[in-house]
């Protein structure tokens, strides 16, 4: 663990945002995490310095993005004919297979030293479930987790009626996470027509919007959400 444990976590709140732009600030935030835990490698625990964490928050105009172990094959439409319907395509670092993203999502991105918190990945990955979970009740809305699978689900007890509301796909490296989750609100659940969501078939994808018969304002979502990663982690947003 870290010699110096900083729970505080900046919020960040990137509004519309295109895909290829967060990505490459996720990924300077987290590199300079990493460049700080390799300093502190070499240094006496009394000259350690902390490791900073950030959460987050943006949408994204259209996009879909295929996890390093995803199928190539479950993007249904040619790629040439992405430009055609607004869309962009990216092949990137995280786990998980291919998702969309697009205007009326939330998209949250936790950049964390985990080292300040715990040390455990599949904790980490249940704690931002549950985060949505408790979010989707704010709004009178039911989810849980299917056994095996990743992400929150609306009659995840039915099999033939369950439907993702909410993706993840993480990537870490020495305990810093990158990527996150995804959030249907009023996002255009027609885009996730083109592919084959998370490489799941026989599961269908829904949206808050869609649950509750009316638009959810995408500000009021994220201020339950961050409320709810906050407590789940423990950390003192700033």
């Not at 949408?59 to 439409?77: I, W």
């Not at 998209?107 to 249940?126: A, G, S």
């Not at 699978?149 to 020495?174: C, F, H, Q, Y």
Request: charged content about 25%; hydrophobic content about 40%.
């Amino acid at each position: 663990m870290n010699a110096v444990i900083n729970r505080k976590t900046k919020f960040i709140d990137l509004g519309l945002k295109e895909y290829k732009e967060a990505w490459d600030y996720q990924t300077e935030l987290f590199n300079e995490i990493l460049a700080v835990k390799g300093e502190n490698r070499n240094l006496p625990e009394d000259q350690q310095k902390q490791t900073h964490n950030y959460l987050i928050f943006c949408e994204h105009p259209h996009v879909y993005t295929l996890g390093k172990s995803g199928d190539e094959n479950n993007l249904l439409v040619k790629k040439d004919d992405l430009p055609s319907i607004g869309a962009a395509y990216f092949q990137i670092n995280r786990g998980g297979d291919i998702t969309y993203h697009g205007p009326g999502q939330l998209v949250c991105y936790p950049i964390l030293d985990l080292e300040n918190f715990f040390t455990d990945i599949h904790q980490y990955m249940r704690l931002l479930e549950e985060a949505v979970i408790q979010t989707l009740k704010e709004f009178t809305i039911s989810a849980g987790r299917i056994a095996g699978l990743t992400g929150v689900w609306i009659n995840e007890n039915d099999p033939a009626k369950a439907r993702k509301i909410s993706a993840m796909g993480v990537k870490s490296s020495r305990w810093v996470t990158m990527h996150g989750l995804a959030l249907n609100i009023n996002a255009d659940l027609g885009y996730f027509k083109n592919i084959v969501a998370c490489g799941i078939d026989d599961k269908a994808v829904t949206s808050m919007k869609q649950e509750l018969g009316v638009t959810i304002a995408v500000g009021d979502v994220e201020e339950v959400l961050k409320k709810k990663i906050a407590e789940q982690f423990e950390m003192e947003l700033v």
